[in-house]
Structure formats: structure tokens, C-alpha cells
């Protein structure tokens, strides 16, 4: 059967749209910082940005590649590349190793989705354009002063990065399995002793399997509010011997005794879809919504937060220091905050991530229009989890009880 | 039919300590079958390739109907070189690989066929057309590969070793098929071979080369019984070389005084005899020209003769007597040998 | 002739030749079936996988067919058909690139004795002993300074680092098998230099060279690390695009993905089983 000409095209069309940086008039970074918006944007027209991020759901890659880019090239003639990765820390790898090769202009990423340590990595190496987020137009619909936006996972974002989505943690469990799940930490410790062998986490340093270890880290600290601020090793003794004694208790009524962990959340979320534990969790609960839709997860599937409070965590676009097309990126980041853009991501029919917007900021009919969003049945309201939130405790903490876990329950 | 003369040929390959061939010279009459015989190594099939144009000769010219070649790729020579290995093209069939030259001189598809077919006639493959090389065994692909070579009337068909891969009984087919069909076509052979029995069997001509220079050339019979020199003579089976002192047609030699039917040329330094001509009679008799008493040193069974190693006064004679005549025989016993003065050649060197 | 010229790739010539010839028997036929099920098996369930929706624990059957994951894999914004004409263009132009240095240093090896030989052999053969990401690392330090990092002429040039050794061993053991005495015979039947190229050279080596050209297309075809650390992620081939999916747990896209990215491979692979069968039958009878 010969193949039609179309595709032959195609897929030559495809294979030679290299992504190559187009240079528009370069502006210094001070101009980036300091120049009225239309010059930036008006330097970024008809150029491109190479946008890096994770790549692992169809659904977010055909909303980047999708209706972003084309109202990118609408509104400003500029093409969005839409570069995806299994992992953010190749793209710290990436400009690490440019940066080791003296490539100091014309990098490779422009704009990268990040938070958390790979964010702390690239600032503190003096790796990211700084002091031009709350410069953007858009940027006034953001609060800055929520500490949940100011800080990114205890490191001060400093004007390095913008935020692009709120994420709050959550568990999912099948109705159909479990009536009426527990719904405090302490409930739900009871729960898994009561049913052995019907719930397991993924093992630290798993970004998610992580979150979960923080949640009884807090739990046995006796509240969030134990374990803020900058690290301290007396706090950190006193609840790791609580914490760790609780999860070395508690494996023996894991799944498969606790002889073994998960080791990501793919496979967790494989072990709640085949019905050999009854929870999954994630740190963003509309993959919930997405993963009944895929039909990963059953018809079945709904989520709740620990009403003794859940994390929550920002998620933001940054520029790397050498990228080539600061410009562009600068646009698409602006183009990320605006209230139309922010409001089609939140919709569960594109994407459902929670808009890292302030409500309060917007007009009342962009606020109703936020509030309207449908949501998935899966999905928890974003009100229930709000009323629950707890900042994010910062790097060292984080790295401390990941390696915590790893030498004392994991082993 | 053309006659093929080469004039002084010298070829020294890069990097070897003498020529590979020297000073060569042969004149093939045309349409004759001129065998070139020689042991391994001593430059024949190097006579061939520079013959068909794959080498150039450092010196010497070579002419093919009269045309020097200096200068002419193989292709234009009309000199077809068939080895020991059949070399049939592998990817092609029986047809394709007989068809193959003409092919390349653009010869209408039709007369190919046709060609073809009567060429597979000839080397008696009727019919075998559509196999592939490597579905017929070693014999016929000999076979075709001579047909290949055959159907485009080449000026010159120089034959290297092409029986010596075959059984004994292959080898006596091939060989009449090849005197057979070079008789039928006419073409100009020249046949290479290091057995000197193949080389008087089927040749017009023989030529003999040793260590890269021509050392005999004539009618198979006058080389094998006229050697000339030493060297060819030890080449040809003249096992028993008696060197000696020549006056007029007498010849003194380390087993006596030997009498020679014509007188011999001025540089003759030995007397040479083929074991197969010395007679040999019981007793102890000796009269008689040129018969000496001797005793048998050691006798050698062969099937259709007995080599006797016989002692005659202090030097050694090789006798092959025919089998029934060697019966009555046993080592030690005392007999005469009598070596007829017309079997006696005097050689030089 | 040495080691490396002829014995080693001869001996897995040889290998090849006997696995690609009709095997003998019903053992021997039992045992290819067997391999092919072994080769094949893991890879069904990826392909059911591509075409189910909810296929949960206690259910032996997929309880639903879905082509949901190939409709997302082909849609213009999944970025799939675009990496799919770039892996086959820069598997192609790797293999040319590799085929054109890669053959006449093959020839020369098989057929030639110089100077420094044996040194060149070891050289030809390191970067199948070098961990190719250390390799990568250099190259993409430089790649960076000289602006190839993250293009596609930058990956087709790495691409010939790990393809290069293939086609080089591969060429060098046809050209030892190969006998020059063939061309001598065409010449002196009256085919001109051209002729002999035509007729006799190409058809009897373009067999041995179309598998070492198989061979550098499938090396360049499953580069992963090297791809993504030359291309500085911006250049998509297949293994990355299907490395996302299967990181992120996506086994229906990743099933459809590795559908598409195993098909060039298995076509190439029946491709060269079939040339090397039909040369071992030319070959089994001539030896």
C-alpha cells in the first residue's frame, strides 16, 4: 500500500522544523529588566521560544503544543517550542553544563517549568534572569506577599521565577472499595494498621512518595508549624525519632509487609489501578480527573485532603541566565499570568491545574468564571483543600527527611 | 585464430627478491594448444596475467595477431584467463554467467540465447541454463566456466590449472573436452599445468619454465625424450643422470663406458636415461653394448610396474620394469641392465 | 590476516550465516520458534496495552478496546509524527555518514597491510568498550562551544561515534570474503572497469554493505543518552518522546509510541535476516 503524499510531507515538514533559536533584536539584561513591556515585546516578535518541560502527559503536552502556542503566535508572532523531558533535573544538567562550557548566550532553554530543589539549584548557582517577574503586566493579578507564592519550597523566589500553577497534595481512593475513607492523619495511620497490606507509599526520594513522609514527619511533630523556618538539627532529632519510629512501626501492615516500596508513583498508582492497595496519592490532584479520563484509574475513583492540614506547593517558569531568547521567554511568561490563560489551563477539560492567580485581583466576572470551572468528580474542590493548606517546608528540611528515611525505614 | 608471440617478458612483483618471470619468450602458432608446464611457483600463471593484460610486464612486448599490447586494459585483449577455481559469478545462473562476456559487448539478447545454448551443448550441460553456480558440482561448474570462456571467441584462451581441483576421473573428461572443444573452435590455448603428463597428453606444443625463464619448448615427444638440459630432464621424469667424460660417440660414467647412437652436441655434460627405457635380465651376463652387472638394492611395488633400485659398479640406477617381468626378482639378487644406446640423451648444464 | 580483520567478524559471520539458514529438523525449528516467542512476547502486551482503556487488576481481557492513546500519539500538537521523521532522518544521514567513512576503512583493513594497523584496529573498536555516556560528555562540552549542541546535524555527527565500529566490522568482514579474482575474470571476459563495478562488484557486496547499513541505522535508531545530551533535549527522537511517557507510568501512549518506535527497527531486521538468508543459501554450496 503505498503511503499517501501527506504524510510523507508531514513527516518531513516535521523532521526538518529544526528547532533553531531565531535571534531577534537582543536586549541587554538590564534593558529586560528596566524597558517598558511593549520594547520587550515588540524585541520578541516573529522569534521563538523553546519551552522545556516535563513531558510525561499527553493532555499537557497538547494544551502547550495546542491552543498556548497558537495564541502565542496570535498575539505575538512568536513560536512556542514546546520541548519535552522525562525529568527537570536534565534541564539543570543542561545548564549546568553550558554554563561549564562557557555558553553564557544562545542556550538552550528559555523557559523551564521548575520549582523545589532544581529551582534552589539553578538560583543559588546564579544560573536564572532575576528581578523582572513582578515586573510583567500580568504579574499584578499574583499576591505576592502569599507566602505559598514568595517562597518555592522554602527558597525566596526573588523576583527568579513566575508562578504558573498552585498544587495542594491529596489522596485518592475508590469509592466503590472504600466507603468513607479516614481523613485525618491520625485516622488514617489507624486505618492502614486495621487493613493490613492495603496501602504502601513510594519510597523518598520520589517527589511524591516524599510529600506523603512530610505529611506524618508533621504529623508526629505535632503540626507544621514545628518544622518552618530554616533547618534546625534539635527540631529535625526531636521528630525524626517520633516520625521514623511511627513508619518502622507501621511496615509491617504495608503492602507486602513492607518488605518493599514502590520506587515511583507510576508504579503506586499501577498498584491502586490493579486494586492491590486501596490509596494513591499526588501532589496534584487533577491527575486524578486525568487518570479516570485516560482510564488509568476507575469510574470509581475520588479524593480528599487530611483535614489536619495538606501541602501545598507553586509551580513556576523561570529563566535560565543564558538563554537565547530572553525576550520571547519574557512574553510567554506574561502570557502564562494572564486571566484568559489561567482560566483555560484550570479548565479540567484542557488541563485542571489550579491557577496560581489571587481572585481578589481580577474582575468579579474573571473571578466567577474561575469559580464556575467544572470539576472532575475525582478531583477535590479546590475550596476543601485550601482551607487546609500548609507552606511547604524548605530544601533542607526536605533533604534531611528524605535522607532520614532512606538510611533509617528504607535501608 | 591468432598467433600469440611474446618477446623477453620480465615481471618482478613490488617487493620480491627476483623476478617472477624473465626474459620469456614463446611463440604460440595459431590455433594450437601450446601447454606451459612447470613447478609451483616457478611463474606460469604469472605469463598468464601478464597475457591477459592483468599485470604489465616490466620489459618484453607481447602480441596478440600481431598487435603489440602494451598499453590495451584486458577488456580489449580477446585473451580470456580460466583458474583452477571456476569463478562464476555467484549472483548469476548458469545462462547469465555464460552469457556474461557477450552481455558486455552488447550482443543482441536472442543471439546470446542461442550462443549459449550451443556452448552448453558443447561442454555437454544441455539444458542447465537456470541453475545457479551453486547447485552444480565442482565438474560442472568447470565445465561452464570453460563455456563462459569459449563463447566469446576469445584470440586467446589461457587455461590455469583447470583440472587440478577436479577427481582423477573428472580430470581425464575435462581434459578431452577441453582438447575436444579447442580442436572444434580453433582458438589459440595456452594450457598451464605443473603435471607432466597432462602437459604432453593434450598439447600441439609444450613448453617447459623453470624459476621464471622458458627452459624447453617443442612437439610433447621431442621434450620428453629430448629434454636437452639437466634441469628439464629432472622436470620430465629422467630420474638417472650420469654425468661423464665425452669422446666422440662414447661416454665414460660412473657405472662404465657408454656407447651413444649419434654423436652428442659439444656442450653436453651428462648423459640422461627415463627409468621405464633401462632393461634389466637375470643373471649376471654381460655382454653386449652398455650392459653392466648389477645386484637389486631395494624393488618397489606400483601396480602396473616395480621400481628396482639397482647398484651398478659405485652409482645407482633407477629401473622401472613392467610388473610381470619383475616376478622372478628379489632384493640382493644378481642381474645385468642393459641401457639401449637410443635412449641414451645427452644433456648439458 | 589478523584477528580482527577476518577471524572475529567472520566467526560472527558465521553466526549469522548459521542461525540465517534453513534451519535442519524439528529441533532446530522448535528452537527458532521458541526464540521468536522469547523476542516477541515481552512486546504484546505494550501493543495491547496501546489499545485498552481501563484494564484493571482481577480482569484477564482488556474489558475495553480504545485507540484513544494512538489518536493522541498522531495528533499534531503530540509532537510524535514530527520526532518520528526526525529519528528516520537523522538514523539516515548517520548511516550515510558512517557508510562513507565507515566503508572504505572496512576495505582497507580487510584488504590492505600498513603501518599502524593493529592501532587502528583497537581505535575502531574502542568506542564499543567506552561508556558511551562519557563519550557524550566530552563531545557535548565541545558541541556546545562550537554551537552544534542541540541541533540535528550536531546529533547526526555524534550518532556516528557508536554507528561507525558496526559498519566498519561489518565491511571489513565482506571485503575479506569478498574475492577480488571475480573482478579479474569479468575484465579479462571483456567487461570494461564500469562494467565490472555494475555487474559483478556492487551485486555481490551491496548484500554484506546493506547490512552494515541496517546495522548503523538500528545503533543511531535506539540512541537515547546520546541524543539527549548532545541535543540538549531540543532535538526529540522517538526514544526520548517514548523515555517521558514511560517515566510518567503513560503505559497506553508509551505502548503506542514503542509501537512506532520498534516497527523501523523490525522492518530493518527482516530486511537484513532475508539478505544475509539469501546470502548464506548463495554461499552454502560455493564453499
Same mark, same amino acid.
Given at each position: 500500500m503505498p503511503i499517501p503524499r501527506r504524510i510523507v510531507l508531514g513527516l518531513l515538514a516535521g523532521a526538518l522544523a529544526l528547532p533553531v533559536a531565531a535571534r531577534a533584536a537582543p536586549?541587554?539584561?538590564?534593558?529586560?529588566?528596566? /524597558?517598558?513591556?511593549?520594547?520587550?515585546?515588540?524585541a520578541a516578535r516573529g522569534g521563538t521560544v523553546n519551552f522545556f518541560l516535563w513531558g510525561g502527559d499527553d493532555r499537557i503536552n497538547a494544551y502547550v503544543s495546542g491552543p498556548l502556542a497558537e495564541a502565542l503566535k496570535a498575539e505575538y508572532g512568536i513560536t512556542l517550542n514546546r520541548v519535552g523531558v522525562a525529568d527537570t533535573a536534565e534541564v539543570v544538567n543542561q545548564i549546568l553544563s553550558e554554563q561549564e562550557a562557557g555558553v553564557t548566550d544562545g542556550g538552550a532553554?528559555?523557559?523551564?517549568?521548575?520549582?523545589?530543589?532544581?529551582?534552589?539549584?539553578?538560583?543559588?548557582?546564579? &544560573?536564572? &534572569?532575576?528581578?523582572?517577574?513582578?515586573?510583567?503586566?500580568?504579574?499584578?493579578?499574583?499576591?505576592?506577599?502569599?507566602?505559598?507564592?514568595?517562597?518555592?519550597?522554602?527558597? #525566596?523566589?526573588?523576583?527568579?521565577?513566575?508562578?504558573?500553577?498552585?498544587a495542594r497534595f491529596a489522596l485518592a481512593y475508590d469509592s466503590a472499595r472504600t466507603a468513607e475513607p479516614p481523613k485525618t492523619m491520625a485516622a488514617f495511620l489507624d486505618w492502614v494498621r486495621a487493613n493490613p497490606g492495603r496501602f504502601t507509599y513510594a519510597a523518598p526520594p520520589d517527589f511524591n512518595g516524599s510529600a506523603f513522609v512530610r505529611h506524618v514527619f508533621m504529623h508526629a511533630a505535632g503540626g507544621a508549624e514545628a518544622l518552618s523556618g530554616p533547618f534546625d538539627q534539635a527540631r529535625f532529632d526531636a521528630a525524626a525519632e517520633k516520625a521514623y519510629g511511627l513508619l518502622d512501626d507501621l511496615e509491617p501492615f504495608l503492602w507486602r509487609e513492607g518488605r518493599t516500596y514502590p520506587t515511583d508513583i507510576a508504579q503506586l498508582n499501577q498498584l491502586f489501578a490493579n486494586s492491590e492497595v486501596d490509596f494513591t496519592f499526588n501532589y496534584e490532584p487533577t491527575v486524578f480527573g486525568a487518570g479516570v479520563a485516560d482510564g488509568r484509574f476507575p469510574e470509581t475513583t475520588r479524593s480528599f485532603a487530611f483535614d489536619d492540614g495538606t501541602l501545598a506547593n507553586t509551580s513556576y517558569v523561570a529563566v535560565p541566565f543564558n538563554a537565547a531568547n530572553k525576550a520571547a521567554a519574557l512574553v510567554l511568561a506574561n502570557h502564562l499570568l494572564s486571566p484568559a490563560e489561567q482560566l483555560r489551563k484550570a479548565d479540567p477539560a484542557v488541563w485542571g491545574m489550579a491557577t496560581a492567580l489571587d481572585l481578589d485581583r481580577l474582575t468579579p466576572a474573571e473571578a466567577e468564571a474561575f469559580r464556575a470551572l467544572p470539576r472532575h468528580p475525582a478531583v477535590i474542590a479546590d475550596e476543601d483543600l485550601a482551607d487546609r493548606a500548609m507552606a511547604e517546608l524548605s530544601a533542607d528540611w526536605l533533604e534531611a527527611i528524605e535522607k532520614g528515611w532512606i538510611e533509617r525505614v528504607g535501608r | 585464430m591468432s598467433r600469440i608471440v611474446l618477446e623477453s617478458l620480465t615481471k618482478t612483483y613490488p617487493g620480491a627478491p627476483r623476478p617472477a618471470v624473465r626474459g620469456f619468450d614463446l611463440d604460440l602458432p595459431a590455433g594450437t594448444l601450446t601447454t606451459l608446464v612447470g613447478p609451483s611457483g616457478c611463474g606460469?600463471?604469472?605469463?598468464?596475467?601478464?597475457?591477459? *593484460?592483468?599485470?604489465?610486464?616490466?620489459?618484453?612486448?607481447?602480441?596478440?595477431?600481431?598487435?603489440?599490447?602494451?598499453? @590495451?586494459?584486458?577488456?580489449?585483449? *580477446?585473451?580470456?584467463?580460466?583458474?583452477?577455481?571456476?569463478?562464476?559469478?555467484?549472483?548469476?545462473?548458469?545462462?547469465?554467467?555464460? *552469457?556474461?562476456?557477450?552481455?558486455?559487448?552488447?550482443?543482441? #539478447? /536472442?543471439?546470446?540465447?542461442?550462443?549459449?545454448?550451443?556452448?552448453?551443448?558443447?561442454?555437454?550441460?544441455?539444458?542447465?541454463? %537456470?541453475?545457479?553456480?551453486?547447485?552444480?558440482?565442482?565438474?560442472?561448474?568447470?565445465?561452464?566456466?570453460?563455456?563462459?570462456? +569459449?563463447?566469446?571467441?576469445?584470440?586467446?584462451?589461457? +587455461?590455469?590449472?583447470?583440472?587440478?581441483?577436479?577427481?582423477?576421473?573428472?580430470?581425464?573428461?575435462?581434459?578431452?573436452?577441453?582438447r575436444r572443444a579447442q580442436h572444434q573452435t580453433g582458438i589459440t590455448t595456452l594450457f598451464v599445468t605443473h603435471d607432466?603428463?597432462?602437459?604432453?597428453?593434450?598439447?600441439?606444443?609444450?613448453?617447459?619454465?623453470?624459476?621464471?625463464?622458458?627452459?624447453?619448448?617443442?612437439?610433447?615427444?621431442?621434450?620428453?625424450?629430448?629434454?636437452?638440459t639437466r634441469a628439464v630432464a629432472l622436470f620430465m621424469g629422467a630420474t638417472n643422470v650420469l654425468d661423464g667424460r665425452f669422446d666422440g660417440r662414447s661416454v665414460? =660414467? %660412473?657405472? *662404465?663406458? &657408454?656407447?651413444?647412437?649419434?654423436?652428442?652436441?659439444?656442450?653436453?655434460?651428462?648423459?640422461?636415461?627415463?627409468?621405464?627405457?633401462?632393461?634389466l635380465s637375470a643373471g649376471s651376463g654381460t655382454s653386449g653394448v652398455n650392459t653392466f652387472a648389477c645386484s637389486i638394492k631395494s624393488l618397489e611395488y606400483r601396480g602396473t610396474h616395480v621400481v628396482a633400485t639397482v647398484a651398478a659398479a659405485t652409482d645407482m640406477l633407477v629401473v622401472a620394469v613392467p610388473a610381470e617381468a619383475a616376478a622372478g626378482h628379489g632384493v640382493g639378487d644378481p642381474v645385468a641392465v642393459h641401457l639401449p644406446p637410443e635412449a641414451l640423451q645427452p644433456v648439458s648444464g | 590476516m589478523t584477528a580482527f580483520g577476518a577471524a572475529l567478524p567472520r566467526r560472527a559471520g558465521a553466526l549469522v550465516r548459521r542461525a540465517a539458514a534453513r534451519p535442519q529438523g524439528f529441533a532446530a525449528r522448535s528452537a527458532l520458534a521458541l526464540l521468536l516467542v522469547l523476542l516477541v512476547a515481552p512486546f504484546l502486551p505494550v501493543v495491547v496495552w496501546s489499545v485498552t482503556r481501563a484494564w484493571f487488576y482481577p480482569a484477564i481481557v482488556p474489558q475495553t478496546l480504545d485507540l484513544s492513546a494512538w489518536t493522541s500519539v498522531f495528533s499534531a500538537t503530540s509532537g510524535v509524527p514530527a520526532a518520528l521523521g526526525r529519528s528516520v532522518l537523522i538514523a539516515l544521514s548517520a548511516t550515510g555518514l558512517a557508510m562513507l567513512f565507515g566503508v572504505p576503512a572496512g576495505r582497507a583493513l580487510a584488504l590492505h597491510r600498513f603501518p599502524g594497523r593493529r592501532l587502528v584496529e583497537v581505535l575502531v573498536l574502542a568506542p564499543l568498550v567506552v561508556p558511551p555516556l562519557a563519550v557524550a560528555m566530552g563531545l557535548h562540552a565541545v558541541f556546545l562551544k562550537i554551537g552544534l549542541a542541540g541541533t540535528v546535524p550536531g546529533v547526526v555527527l555524534a550518532h556516528i561515534i557508536p554507528t561507525l565500529p558496526y559498519v566498519i566490522l561489518v565491511s571489513a568482514s565482506v571485503f575479506s570474503a569478498f574475492d577480488t579474482g571475480l573482478e579479474d575474470q569479468a575484465r579479462s571476459l571483456g567487461a570494461t572497469p564500469s562494467q565490472v563495478l555494475r555487474h559483478v562488484t556492487v551485486p555481490l557486496l551491496a548484500p554484506g554493505l546493506a547490512v552494515a547499513a541496517l546495522f548503523a541505522f538500528l545503533v543511531s535508531w535506539s540512541q537515547y543518552g546520546l541524543t539527549l545530551l548532545v541535543g540538549?533535549?531540543?532535538?526529540? =527522537?522517538?526514544?526520548?518522546? +517514548?523515555?517521558?511517557?514511560?517515566?510518567?507510568?503513560?503505559?497506553?501512549?508509551?505502548?503506542? @509510541?514503542?509501537?512506532?518506535?520498534?516497527?523501523?527497527?523490525? &522492518?530493518?531486521?527482516? +530486511? %537484513?535476516?532475508?539478505?544475509? /538468508?539469501?546470502?548464506?543459501?548463495?554461499?552454502?554450496?560455493?564453499?
Open positions: 536586549l541587554s539584561e538590564d534593558a529586560l529588566r528596566t /524597558a517598558p513591556f511593549e520594547t520587550i515585546v515588540e532553554v528559555d523557559l523551564v517549568w521548575i520549582n523545589g530543589e532544581n529551582f534552589r539549584t539553578l538560583k543559588t548557582g546564579g &544560573l536564572l &534572569l532575576c528581578g523582572y517577574a513582578e515586573r510583567l503586566p500580568n504579574a499584578r493579578f499574583v499576591d505576592w506577599s502569599d507566602p505559598s507564592i514568595a517562597n518555592d519550597f522554602g527558597t #525566596p523566589v526573588d523576583g527568579c521565577e513566575v508562578p504558573w500553577s498552585k | 606460469k600463471s604469472t605469463v598468464l596475467r601478464l597475457i591477459a *593484460g592483468l599485470a604489465e610486464p616490466d620489459a618484453g612486448r607481447i602480441l596478440i595477431g600481431g598487435q603489440p599490447m602494451a598499453g @590495451i586494459p584486458p577488456e580489449r585483449r *580477446g585473451a580470456v584467463l580460466m583458474g583452477q577455481d571456476h569463478r562464476l559469478f555467484p549472483h548469476m545462473s548458469v545462462a547469465e554467467n555464460v *552469457g556474461f562476456g557477450l552481455r558486455m559487448r552488447g550482443v543482441d #539478447p /536472442a543471439v546470446i540465447r542461442s550462443k549459449v545454448a550451443d556452448m552448453l551443448d558443447l561442454v555437454q550441460l544441455p539444458g542447465l541454463e %537456470s541453475r545457479r553456480p551453486s547447485e552444480l558440482s565442482g565438474g560442472q561448474a568447470q565445465r561452464v566456466a570453460l563455456a563462459r570462456a +569459449l563463447v566469446v571467441e576469445p584470440a586467446v584462451l589461457l +587455461l590455469d590449472e583447470p583440472l587440478s581441483d577436479l577427481d582423477p576421473e573428472l580430470r581425464l573428461d575435462m581434459r578431452d573436452l577441453i607432466r603428463e597432462e602437459a604432453v597428453a593434450v598439447a600441439d606444443r609444450t613448453a617447459v619454465m623453470l624459476a621464471g625463464e622458458l627452459a624447453r619448448h617443442g612437439r610433447p615427444a621431442d621434450v620428453f625424450e629430448r629434454p636437452l665414460t =660414467t %660412473s657405472i *662404465g663406458t &657408454l656407447t651413444l647412437a649419434a654423436p652428442p652436441p659439444p656442450e653436453a655434460t651428462a648423459v640422461v636415461i627415463r627409468p621405464e627405457r633401462i632393461r | 540538549s533535549g531540543r532535538v526529540p =527522537t522517538m526514544p526520548l518522546i +517514548l523515555m517521558q511517557f514511560v517515566t510518567a507510568g503513560r503505559q497506553d501512549v508509551a505502548g503506542a @509510541i514503542a509501537v512506532l518506535t520498534v516497527l523501523p527497527g523490525v &522492518l530493518a531486521l527482516v +530486511l %537484513s535476516a532475508r539478505i544475509l /538468508a539469501a546470502a548464506a543459501a548463495r554461499e552454502r554450496t560455493t564453499s
